[in-house]
């Protein structure tokens, strides 16, 4: 296979609606899936639903349905949303299909076969809503008597037959693996995290549950349901084909990035590589955990009804726009509020004013003076070949930044450029220029052209549906659109289309 990428999504559940957070975490990895296409890789980019295990049963009984009914309404949902954010994933995955199973199943035999499985007797606390089990000394006893986990869960006794895995005889082995591979998970605070989690001795891990029953049989033993993390762990490589290793999917394993929110890390860095090393198979390359938005300064939660539909942002403002903001306000490993405010304020500085301004004047100038045709490349001055170079350094800046999942660098280095054209724009003055040397007018509108070009090639990724617009109007063919491209000039002569604003703006009151 060529260069290729595999990265994921975490699967969502289905208990509820798709909302910001959701949204936030797809659009990220969607970025760096149309970046890494940009860049010449081949890539395979997953996402899906997560859709086993008690707190799905007890949603689908809320609301009257049996759980797989729900099950099927609310993943359809999710790939609505998918879509709606313009997420380019090669796949969806639903816990629930046959091919899902098929890989669970065999994941349980091989690590029975490597004895890394036993029969036991599981009694301790567990929380429905994170779904997982907690210790006594991680737990706090509210003024409401009722005990929580850390993340603020409730969580109840469980008293059962169960499964373990043998978690507790790979507490060395996976110091070790963290410390030969000290990216495996970022940003630092996390693997710290993880690193004092390890240290702090691992128990064996309860992996099925008798009390309920809507989950995925254990071979050979269907009064147990594997725990839900397993099985929706297990998704990264059914999808990769997972056992059929002739399945030409199985040479993108082991996955090159699983990218989570920071609530999860513990699952990703310590269960899932403990996990496919027992069962002989090799474990992700990387983890890149995310920090988690509020909503106007408060936590988003149904009970204060302050959850943000994506879809309803998306109507308003365009996706886009909404995919600009978020990974522009916020550094990436960071928390971050979301509020409407300083949404509108970022689309009618950054995106109306910056960019779509520098476009549409440099296109109605083409347009006006040029007869709608490309300009010729003149002879180059210093201002010219000084936006030349900043545009030209982009697609490495831009890469560089994305490596280490700096989102907002990367649009601030792109913005860097935006600015430095229109200073240019300004002090050359190409309307004046219209009257007093036509010739020179025609070598900046060039120098314009090419800038945004490289501006606009860059920010596909993260604006797709509005950067080909802005692609389509300065003339450049599918083709042309890669980063290999940028070395190629574009003919002069060409007829470009009439322009067309691309970034609208929105008064202050906007819903
Ligand atoms: N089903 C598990 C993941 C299994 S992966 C093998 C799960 N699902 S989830 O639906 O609860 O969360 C999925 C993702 O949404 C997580 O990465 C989580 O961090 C993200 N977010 C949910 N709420 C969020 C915010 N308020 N802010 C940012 N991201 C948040 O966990």
């Not at 639903?49 to 759980?67: I, R």
């Not at 009914?69 to 954010?85: E, N």
């Not at 036991?120 to 929580?148: K, P, S």
């Not at 660098?409 to 792109?414: C, Q």
Request: with cysteine.
């Amino acid at each position: 296979m060529n260069k290729h990428f595999y990265l994921t999504t975490p699967i969502y559940y289905v208990n509820g609606a798709p909302h910001i957070g959701h949204a936030y975490t797809s659009i990220a990895a969607d970025v760096l899936a149309r970046w890494k296409r940009l860049d010449g890789y081949e890539v395979f980019f997953l996402t899906g639903t997560d859709e086993h295990g008690q707190k799905v049963e007890k949603a689908a009984a809320e609301a009257g349905l049996d759980p797989q009914g729900f099950t099927d309404q609310v993943a359809a949902d999710f790939r609505d949303m998918a879509a709606r954010m313009n997420i380019s994933n090669d796949d969806f995955i639903r816990t629930t299909e046959p091919r899902h199973k098929r890989a669970c199943a065999e994941l349980w035999r091989r690590l029975e076969a490597h004895g890394a499985i036993y029969l036991g007797h599981y009694e301790g606390w567990y929380a429905v809503r994170d779904e997982a089990f907690y210790n006594q000394g991680e737990l706090t006893l509210g003024a409401d008597g009722i005990r929580r986990a850390p993340s603020g869960a409730p969580v109840e006794w469980v008293r059962e037959p169960s499964y373990f895995f043998r978690l507790s005889s790979w507490q060395d082995k996976l110091l070790e693996f963290h410390e030969k591979n000290p990216d495996f998970i970022a940003p630092v605070a996390r693997r710290n995290e993880v690193l004092s989690f390890i240290r702090s001795g691992l128990e064996d891990l309860s992996i099925s549950r008798t009390s309920f029953t809507w989950g995925i049989p254990v071979p050979g033993d269907p009064a147990h349901v594997m725990y839900v993390w397993l099985d929706a762990l297990t998704n990264y490589i059914t999808a990769a084909g997972f056992p059929d290793e002739a399945d030409p999917r199985w040479g993108f394993w082991p996955a090159d990035l699983h990218i989570v929110g920071k609530e999860i890390v513990r699952f990703h860095a310590v269960y899932w590589p403990a996990f496919l090393m027992a069962a002989g198979l090799a474990p992700p390359q990387r983890i890149y955990s995310h920090g988690w938005w509020t909503v106007e300064g408060e936590k988003m939660s149904k009970s204060l009804g302050n959850v943000i539909d994506p879809r309803e942002l998306v109507a308003t403002f365009g996706r886009d726009a909404l995919r600009y903001f978020l990974l522009r306000e916020v550094p990436f490993g960071n928390d971050g509020d979301f509020s409407r405010k300083a949404l509108i304020t970022r689309l009618n500085g950054e995106l109306a004013n910056d960019l779509g301004n520098l476009a549409q004047r440099t296109l109605s100038l083409v347009a006006r003076q040029c007869a709608g045709v490309r300009p010729a490349r003149g002879a180059s001055i210093a201002p010219d070949q000084a936006l030349r170079d900043a545009a030209a350094a982009l697609p490495a800046l831009v890469r560089g930044a994305l490596e280490k999942f700096a989102f907002h660098e990367a649009l601030e280095d792109v913005w860097r450029v935006v600015r430095a054209a229109n200073a240019y724009i300004d002090h050359q003055a190409p309307w004046a220029l219209a009257r007093t040397d036509r010739a020179r007018m025609a070598s900046v509108l060039r120098v314009l052209l090419d800038a945004v070009r490289g501006v606009a090639t860059v920010l596909q990724p993260f604006m797709p549906e509005s950067m080909a617009r802005m692609l389509d109007q300065l003339g450049v063919p599918a083709d042309a659109r890669g980063l290999a491209a940028l070395d190629q000039d574009l003919p002069a002569g060409a007829a470009l289309p009439p322009p067309e604003g691309i970034f609208p703006r929105f008064d202050a009151l906007s819903r």
